[in-house]
């Protein structure tokens, strides 16, 4: 069975929910999660999320918590080569919900035809636009403007959400999915330079959405050690080892 789901291969939405209601149950016993300003997600019509990234637990809330049940949700990712790894990514593939890439200039292609093939079924595809781990929750990094060009070739707006909480949880933290206004592509330029223009707003909304966010220091030694499993990062150890070597 594909991992991809392709308007000819409809999603098994069975699993999709049995997943969602699992997930919603074990996470709902340890943290409180809630979605604000619903009411700005598109009445009608496929749509991108474009949400910040401070945890790999971050699609897991989407899965479990997002409210519109017009639409079948997908996730942007995970890699072809993590595809097998994970449990994140089992459950991703299990329900073919997800969209995986290759993250090599010569996917470009078929990754652009995977994702506007999800968005023109009428689907709502979410992807972390910083394209890797922020470092700090309150803080957007620079955006992909691959999304941008997947809202234009679908006809799709993009609907900037901020995930608050995900970075460090413990028992009765809070986590919250903040919806900011949608942005259609028409409203911008084309080309580059159009994509850029899109981009950039859907930054600045991001940005405003986790203006008021400040980092957490982290939870006790349970919180942290739950955190941590989901929170690796890489590159903050080679830089650490560099620091050291040095």
Known sequence: MSPVTTPQEPPDRIRYHAVRLVLKAVTSAYVRTSVVDAERIPPDGPYIICFNHPSWLDPVFFAAYWPDRDRDLYIFGPREQDMST???????????????????????VDVTRRAVAVLRSGGCLA?????????????????????????????????????????????????????????HPDDFGRGKPGARAMTDAVEAELAGLLASVEDRDPPGWFGRTISEAFNERPWLEDADGEAEAG
């Open 127 to 183: 992807i972390a636009g910083e394209g890797r781990l922020s470092d700090h929750e309150g803080r957007i990094l620079p955006l992909e403007t691959g999304l941008a060009h997947f809202a234009r070739m679908a006809g799709a707006p993009i609907l900037p959400v901020a995930i608050i909480g995900s970075r460090w949880i413990s028992f009765g933290s809070r986590v919250t999915l903040r919806v900011g206004q949608a942005m």
């Open 86 to 108: 994970g449990v994140r990514n089992h459950i991703i593939i299990w329900t073919r919900r997800g969209v995986p890439f290759k993250p090599h200039a010569q996917d470009v």
